[in-house]
């Protein structure tokens, strides 16, 4: 078992939204405020590693005929506990993620990881495989939130600094506000992705490099 | 025990091997709803009384039952449906004014804003419940300098300036604007008729 290897694909090599492009759905429309990144990226790295697991134990019971209607049953049932435990002790949180933590359910992350690794793993190699592809969604949510909130509406931190309304970085009236709406969402995560190839691509030449001297 | 592709032993065995997930999968569901169900309902109840306070301070609320033609109005051909309506009193049962609670229809969604009426029938205040307008735009709709420009409103005309009103929009769009500005208004009319 690689663990560096299963992280490096989380994070870079294989991210979610990245390279597989799953998921972009949510992260095009929470990626306003540093809250919704961290509890959305947070909330999708537990449901995931949990349903890695279990769909890991249950995966000599599961027949191949009937396993996408297990996995999504045991996915739906991870992403309701969740949904309730915020409902009733971060209602913030909760209010500002809206429908989008109930519809992680079809978040194709999930699925398409129980279906790729945890049907075919190991339940320890599943669990990091949860915690590293969960991992690679948070972070690139995160960078998305960071930037669309300090270009989009000046501040940094929304919903947790400062009493909810962030640090001003910008001055009022100053930022582009098309950051903020959907279209500028679709802009940065373009550039994201081309920046992460980019960098991928630059890491393929120099092991050739390193290999041909 | 392999049982052959097609063979009733062989679907009764799907069948089964999912029933027992789904079972397991609803116990467990059904355990978390039971642990979460009251801190859920106790915010909920919470978040109504702090924007039924904040709309109208101290005063205790009774909620007033409707009749079907106050279930929405049409405000500039648009429909509020009213979600509720309080009256609220003082101490010693005189009546204060009323709370309305309206769920109109804004750019992402319905908003959802509760306005306060004084017994004279001008606006007290306004809250935002909820909504899912968008940051930086229509979520503004919860900013002071914005609420306040209906308060003391009294007659249901309150019009964005680009209606040729009073109240400075949120965004040259007005939607979200237009929509607190309808939801008021309608709120404005049903107080009329409750206070009399």
Do not use: H
Request: proline share 2%.
């Amino acid at each position: 078992m690689n663990i560096g290897k299963q992280f490096k694909e989380g994070l870079l090599l294989q991210n979610p939204v990245t390279v597989q492009l799953l998921g972009l759905c949510s992260v095009l429309a929470i990626s306003t405020t540093l809250f919704n990144g961290i509890g959305m990226g947070l909330s999708v790295l537990v449901i995931l590693t949990c349903s890695n697991i279990v769909i890991s134990l249950l995966r000599k019971i599961i027949p191949s005929k009937i396993r996408i209607a297990a996995f999504i049953v045991v996915i739906a049932s991870f992403v309701t506990i969740v949904d309730l435990l915020l409902k009733a002790y971060l209602p913030a949180l909760s209010e500002s993620l809206g429908v989008f933590i109930p519809l992680i359910v079809v978040n194709c992350i999930i699925l398409g990881r129980a279906e790729a690794f945890a049907y075919k793993n190991g339940v320890l190699a599943s669990a990091i495989d949860g915690v590293a592809q969960g991992l690679g969604y948070t972070v690139v949510l995160i960078i998305l939130c960071v930037f669309r909130e300090l270009f989009g509406n000046g501040t940094f931190g929304g919903g947790l600094l400062n009493g909810g309304d962030g640090i001003r970085i910008i001055p009022e009236g100053y930022p582009i506000l098309d950051l903020i709406l959907p279209v500028g969402g679709f802009l940065t995560c373009a550039f994201l992705i081309a920046l992460s190839q980019w960098l991928v691509a630059r890491m393929n030449a120099k092991k050739k490099e390193e290999v041909a001297e | 025990m392999a049982a052959k592709q097609g063979s009733g032993a062989y679907i009764a065995k799907l069948a089964i091997t999912l029933l027992g997930i789904c079972v397991v999968c609803a116990g467990l569901l059904g355990l978390v709803n039971a642990v979460t169900k009251d801190t859920i309902a106790q915010t909920a109840y919470n978040n109504q009384q702090a924007a039924l306070a904040k709309a109208l301070p101290d005063a205790t609320f009774e909620q007033v039952e409707l009749a079907d033609s106050q279930a929405s109005y049409d405000i500039e051909g648009v429909t509020v449906p009213i979600l509720a309506a309080y009256i609220g009193k003082d101490a010693s049962g005189n009546v204060m004014g009323c709370v309305i609670e309206t769920g109109a229809t804004g750019f992402a969604g319905v908003v959802d804003m509760v306005t306060g009426i004084k017994a004279d029938g001008s606006v007290n205040a306004i809250s935002i419940i909820s909504s899912t307008e968008t940051s930086g735009l229509g979520q503004n709709a919860s900013k002071d300098w914005f609420r306040e420009q209906m308060v003391g409103a009294s007659s249901p005309d309150v019009k964005v300036t680009k209606d040729g009103g009073t109240v400075n929009a949120l965004t040259g769009a007005t939607i979200t604007s237009r929509c607190v500005t309808r939801s008021v208004n309608a709120s404005l009319t049903l107080a009329q008729e409750l206070l009399g």
